[in-house]
T-cell receptor, first 116, second 109 residues
Framework: NAGVTQTPKFQVLKTGQSMTLQCAQD?????MSWYRQDPGMGLRLIHY???????DQGEVPNGYNVSRSTTEDFPLRLLSAAPSQTSVYFC???????????????FGPGTRLTVT | AQRVTQPEKLLSVFKGAPVELKCNYS??????LFWYVQYSRQRLQLLLR??SRESIKGFTADLNKGETSFHLKKPFAQEEDSAMYYC???????????FGQGTTLQVKP
């Protein structure tokens, strides 16, 4: 299994440009989420999905769109990039583990985005 | 409101010294708490979960409902423990997690 993969690893955008951060998982996990990581702020949830066709907003959804057409993929779209969106973005997937008695969450390697 | 607080941005100790990374939470129901670790430029990985009452890499964490805390402890720090540590709280009946601000642990030789 490749686990959770993210592309690209690095990206530089100009203000106003749009782009899509890709996230895929091959573990058949129902739940997927996007976080942004900023110094002193920890990880903040942007959007999440509990299954194909179902998405919901997290703590900081403004300026981002998501869709979940398949179980495997959960792309994050920046509609019009702003310098405030400079951050490291992590995608994660999780499933219920009966053995552990809780959700097991796996993270991707992250995408480092700079908006100038 | 559901919240996780890690009051220390940076914790610096010498090798062999005890370590305690603090985590406090606010949650109205029965909490499920986790510690995640992120080594330099790597992805986050689960360190331990309170429900398992486990010890991983010498780290332990006990849930104290009275003090609403889930502090991470290790009796003797090693240089390879240097990393960013995040405390997280499971929210609702999905895989959604609420993270604290993170604490950077620096273990000096």
């Amino acid at each position: 299994n490749a686990g959770v993969t993210q592309t690209p690893k690095f990206q530089v955008l100009k203000t106003g440009q749009s782009m899509t951060l890709q996230c895929a998982q091959d573990m058949n996990h129902e739940y997927m989420s996007w976080y942004r990581q900023d110094p002193g702020m920890g990880l903040r949830l942007i959007h999440y999905s509990v299954g194909a066709g179902i998405t919901d907003q997290g703590e900081v959804p403004n300026g981002y769109n998501v869709s979940r057409s398949t179980t495997e993929d959960f792309p994050l779209r920046l509609l019009s990039a702003a310098p405030s969106q400079t951050s490291v973005y992590f995608c994660a997937s999780s499933y219920w583990s009966g053995l552990a008695g809780t959700y097991e969450q796996y993270f991707g390697p992250g995408t480092r985005l700079t908006v100038t | 409101a559901q919240r996780v607080t890690q009051p220390e941005k940076l914790l610096s100790v010498f090798k062999g010294a005890p370590v305690e990374l603090k985590c406090n939470y606010s949650y109205s129901g029965s909490p499920e708490l986790f510690w995640y670790v992120q080594y330099s430029r790597q992805r986050l990985q689960l360190l331990l979960r309170h429900i398992s009452r486990e010890s991983i890499k010498g780290f332990t964490a006990d849930l104290n409902k009275g003090e609403t805390s889930f502090h991470l402890k290790k009796p003797f720090a090693q240089e390879e423990d240097s990393a960013m540590y995040y405390c997280a709280l499971k929210s609702g009946n999905t895989g959604k997690l609420i993270f604290g601000q993170g604490t950077t642990l620096q273990v000096k030789p």
